[in-house]
């Protein structure tokens, strides 16, 4: 009880000084700046688990479909060895994408137009960087853990009020497959924001890596499963692979953009060895890329593809990209 007392008290301050960062912003006493191209932002409300990598994706692709030349701008957690698990997860799907990494995402906005010829940026986890103006705000909400149910950091998991929705384009509640509840959150959302477009859109697994192949997710359907998964909502990840049938004996939770280090990987090695034979071992497409094994304790070591899809408002999001492309409707 005295611990969450002292979490509700932390958590005032905390609000108040987003509360008046956003002020200084909507009043115009801290600069944002514009560039020559449109802006579209893929951020959320909380710290991380609402699944953008798959939205930055599908976006990214819209418009190079649309022969725009698109460019992603992230902050790049976890990027101070090198490219973290996002921008990786994004250039082995999206070859032709360039994705720049960094701090200041306005001093990587001039450089994506400048030297790599940027028609359009992609804002990864954006919602909250304020400096760089965007022409479309995507704000994804996970419906298994939404922020109708959150409290303000460090309390709960959100960056800033459930109010700033206000400022949203269009929201996105992510994981509705895996969610009860979903047509009211909708609702709630739609009664208190009725001018922000409230769509449902959930992770599809698309295909089943190991290596260079790709296979169908049907192989995990009565499979005997032990997954592992260093995300910021693990158990999202799990009840995926128990959605497509796979059983799951055994499930191993890292922190969020975990670096897998020497020891975590001969740790692994150990416990995939004392896995029943025929289990197969699964890991996520971002944990892969910092991998880069075939095999685990002697057990091929397979990937899953995760996909946006959407369950409602497909058609009017498409509306709204290819506004903001200038490519008509």
């Not at 649309?66 to 976890?78: A, K």
């Not at 700033?164 to 384009?169: G, I």
């Not at 032990?226 to 959605?243: D, I, K, M, S, Y």
């Not at 910092?290 to 408002?313: T, V």
Request: glycine share 10%; net charge neutral.
């Amino acid at each position: 009880m005295f611990a969450r007392l002292g979490l509700r008290i932390a958590s005032g301050p905390y609000a108040l000084a987003v509360r008046a960062r956003n002020a200084m912003f909507d009043r115009g006493w801290k600069t944002i700046h514009r560039v020559g191209v449109p802006v579209v932002s893929v951020g959320n409300l909380s710290l991380g688990g609402t699944g953008k990598t798959p939205c930055v994706e599908y976006v990214a692709r819209f418009y190079r479909e649309l022969g725009v030349q698109v460019v992603i701008l992230s902050r790049g957690y976890g990027s101070e060895a090198g490219r973290n698990d996002e921008a990786m997860v994004l250039e082995e799907n999206l070859a032709d994408v360039p994705h720049l990494q960094g701090a200041d995402r306005a001093a990587l906005a001039a450089t994506a137009i400048e030297e790599l010829e940027a028609e359009l940026l992609v804002l990864d986890d954006g919602f909250q960087h304020r400096r760089l103006h965007r022409d479309l705000d995507l704000v994804l909400i996970d419906a298994t853990w939404p922020a109708t149910r959150d409290w303000i950091f460090p309390r709960g998991t959100l960056r800033e009020p459930l109010s700033s929705l206000k400022r949203a384009s269009v929201v996105m509640l992510t994981r509705c497959d895996q969610a009860s509840g979903v047509d009211e959150l909708q609702a709630a959302l739609t009664a208190r924001f009725p001018a922000v477009p409230v769509v449902l859109t959930e992770h599809r697994p698309v295909g089943l890596l190991r290596g260079d192949a790709e296979e169908s997710v049907d192989r995990l359907r009565g499979q005997r499963v032990a997954g592992f998964c260093g995300l910021g909502n693990p158990a999202g990840f799990r009840r995926t692979l128990e959605g497509l049938g796979a059983s799951v004996v055994d499930f191993r939770a890292y922190p969020d953009h975990h670096p897998y280090s020497g020891a975590d990987v001969s740790e692994l090695n150990a416990w995939a060895e004392r896995l029943t034979d025929g289990t197969l071992v699964l890991t996520t497409q971002k944990d892969m890329v910092k991998i880069r094994l075939a095999d685990l304790g002697g057990k091929p070591l397979f990937a899953l593809k995760i996909g946006l899809g959407f369950r409602s408002g497909e058609e009017d999001f498409a509306r709204r990209l290819r506004a903001v492309s200038g490519a008509g409707f």
